[in-house]
């Protein structure tokens, strides 16, 4: 049984700073290509960062390049979203999803599995 569990979310104040971690179980880890979305209310899911199965390309949505960092180690079977310089529209439910084929990592659909989310909320 495949298992996704974040964790890391909470309440920071706008300018600082989070990591978020993706544990993942029951699945060969290092095939899947790795991401992480977010859902604010009343907002449809969005796309924030993909990283690749070997580790050698990552991708970002525009809203958060140059302040979040998606990383993974394949062999704690975790991938990582360091965020920075928070804002308050980041503030939504973040969650980690795995892709085990070729893809843009950008769309939805392309993602095999999905945790539960892990809510981060942010502070004017």
């Known amino acids: 049984q495949v298992q996704l569990v974040e964790s890391g979310g909470g309440l920071v104040q706008a300018g600082g700073s989070l990591r978020l971690s993706c544990a993942a179980s029951g699945l060969t880890f290092s095939s899947y290509a790795m991401g992480w979305f977010r859902q604010a209310p009343g907002k449809e899911r969005e796309f924030v960062a993909a990283i690749s199965r070997t580790l050698t390309s990552t991708y970002y949505g525009d809203s958060v390049k140059g302040r979040f960092t998606i990383s993974r180690d394949n062999a704690r079977n975790t991938v990582y979203l360091q965020m920075n310089t928070l804002k308050p529209e980041d503030a939504a439910i973040y969650y980690c999803?795995?892709?085990?084929?070729?893809?843009?990592?950008?769309?939805?659909?392309?993602?095999?599995?999905w945790g539960q989310g892990t809510q981060v909320t942010v502070s004017s």
């Open positions: 999803a795995a892709a085990l084929g070729a893809g843009s990592y950008y769309l939805i659909y392309e993602y095999d599995y």
